[in-house]
């Protein structure tokens, strides 16, 4: 895809204005062509929803919510907050657009580990180059009363193979762990994996990078957490 000139809200919020006092709303249809013909690789655009507030429109783009005006002439990312009630709506709006069916989640491709008495449940797409999911695996040896399914999504380079050791272990959790936590380096094995239907469901899903975590009430949170944000997402979702 092009390359998205993106507006910060504070550049946005000005030039919004002038649209808005000047205008009609051109609808969902002509933002949706508006959009396509200025930004030729910016794909399908399945998702353009108005918002209640602000005059503005939701647009999904490359798996991520942005927003636009009502002739589809700017996009700006960001979040919207209520001023009065201090609600993170961009966020609300994220969680309930991107939120997946755990239960339909194909779980044996994943390595299992239940911690205490598992049941809180989450998934975790991860990558053995990735700092971030390093870093991540430090905040989840702090959590217990949790089952994790990790699915190896080996999108750093060198790193399919390193993912093929750990899978071909004899305990491919802890050698994952040990490698992660540790930096023990996994033995070179060779054996059949699942990697490319790892792959091939993370594109489904429209997973762009790792550390990606889903939890069993299907939100959907990429990137690292601290153990305490982990709890309460946990927690959110838990079934007693």
């Known amino acids: 895809m092009k390359k998205?000139?993106?507006?910060?809200?504070?550049?946005?919020?000005?030039?919004?204005?002038?649209?808005?006092l000047?205008?009609?709303?051109?609808?969902?249809?002509?933002?949706?062509?508006?959009?396509?013909?200025?930004?030729?690789?910016?794909?399908?655009?399945?998702?353009?929803?108005?918002?209640?507030?602000?005059?503005l429109y939701e647009v999904i783009i490359d798996n991520d919510l942005m927003y636009t005006d009502s002739k589809g002439q700017f996009i700006f990312e960001g979040n919207i907050i209520d001023v009065k009630t201090r609600r993170e709506l961009s966020k609300e709006r994220r969680r309930h657009?991107?939120?997946?069916?755990?239960d339909k989640l194909p779980l044996n491709l994943a390595i299992k580990k239940v911690k205490g008495n598992g049941k809180r449940k989450m998934a975790i797409f991860t990558d053995p180059n990735c700092s971030f999911c390093k870093r991540l695996e430090g905040e989840i040896n702090k959590v217990t009363d949790v089952t994790i399914y990790l699915f190896l999504y080996p999108v750093f380079p060198g790193s399919d193979e390193i993912v093929r050791n750990v899978?071909?272990?004899?305990?491919?959790?802890?050698?994952?762990?040990?490698?992660?936590?540790?930096?023990?380096?996994?033995?070179?094995?060779?054996?059949?994996?699942?990697?490319?239907?790892?792959?091939?469901?993370?594109?489904?899903?429209?997973?762009?990078?790792?550390?990606?975590?889903?939890?069993?009430?299907?939100?959907?949170?990429?990137?690292?957490?601290?153990?305490t944000d982990l709890e309460v997402s946990l927690n959110e979702s838990k079934i007693d």
């Open 4 to 20: 998205l000139s993106v507006f910060n809200i504070s550049t946005f919020i000005a030039i919004f204005l002038c649209a808005f």
């Open 22 to 55: 000047s205008s009609s709303h051109a609808g969902e249809a002509e933002i949706r062509k508006s959009l396509q013909a200025k930004f030729p690789g910016i794909g399908p655009l399945e998702h353009v929803v108005r918002t209640p507030y602000a005059d």
């Open 97 to 102: 657009l991107f939120k997946i069916d755990f």
């Open 167 to 227: 899978l071909c272990a004899k305990d491919p959790y802890k050698t994952w762990e040990d490698l992660m936590l540790s930096d023990i380096t996994p033995k070179r094995l060779t054996c059949n994996t699942n990697t490319e239907q790892v792959l091939a469901l993370g594109g489904k899903l429209r997973i762009n990078g790792t550390p990606n975590m889903i939890f069993a009430s299907g939100m959907q949170t990429p990137g690292f957490a601290q153990a």
